[in-house]
């Protein structure tokens, strides 16, 4: 069965700073991630996710993330936050053989100014 | 496009009791995903039902279900209401499978189980 780790419960970062939130997962064969977002009282919103080809993978609100095999990751990261970045943000893995997706257990993002 | 919409969006309810919440998908999307998202725990998969038929489950008991009407909007119950049940409810929609066509969520429901 399919598993997705992040390693950071909470990261505080300043506004312009640059962003980086881990994930690794847990999946025999070739993965399908995804990174969504989850703003005060809202759903989830997909940023990005990767399927296969070019492991540097291009989203919304100027996000990318970068699938690397050999480390089981694929890292989400952002050159410059700004205020409104402040979320939670979950990553997961999909199996194609049960149609499931899988998230970790999230890292909540504050940005202070 | 009006988006995924879940009823009704707060829920108290005391241990032992039933509950019922409900979930309508964006127009032209047949699939509905359910998932619980309790505190620290992240998101857990719950059900996937598609043109009506259940296709999946996630380790929840069988106190757990649900069913998708022929208009495609979904219902999910739980029977036998658990203190460890409280949590925000998220049902969210596409337009196959969640893997190959992007999920789309709702706002969720909020159950306190007291």
């Known amino acids: 069965a399919q598993s997705v780790t992040q390693p950071d419960i909470h990261i505080t970062v300043s506004e312009g700073a640059s962003l980086e939130l881990r994930c690794n997962y847990s999946y025999g064969a070739t993965p399908y991630l995804f990174w969504y977002v989850q703003s005060p009282g809202q759903g989830l919103q997909l940023l990005l996710k990767y399927f296969s080809g070019d492991t540097l993978v291009q989203g919304i609100k100027g996000f990318e993330a970068e699938f690397k095999r050999s480390q089981s990751s694929f890292n989400l990261r952002k050159p410059s936050v700004h205020w409104s970045d402040a979320a939670e943000y979950f990553c997961a893995v999909g199996a194609i053989n049960d149609y499931k997706l899988s998230f970790g257990a999230g890292t909540t993002v504050t940005v202070r100014a | 496009e009006a988006g995924v919409t879940q009823s009704p969006t707060h829920l108290i309810k005391t241990r032992g009791q039933q509950v019922t919440l409900r979930c309508s998908p964006i127009s032209g999307h047949t699939s509905v995903y359910w998932y619980q998202q309790a505190l620290g725990l992240g998101l857990q998969f719950l059900l996937w039902?598609?043109?009506?038929?259940?296709?999946n489950r996630g380790n929840f008991p069988p106190r757990f279900s649900g069913r998708q009407f022929p208009n495609y909007s979904s219902e999910l119950n739980v029977n036998a209401l658990e203190l460890e049940d409280s949590a925000l409810y998220l049902c969210?929609?596409?337009?196959?499978?969640?893997?190959?066509?992007?999920?789309?969520f709702g706002n969720g429901t909020r159950l306190t189980v007291t």
């Open positions: 039902y598609d043109e009506g038929e259940e296709r």
């Open positions: 969210a929609s596409s337009r196959g499978d969640g893997i190959n066509y992007d999920l789309h």
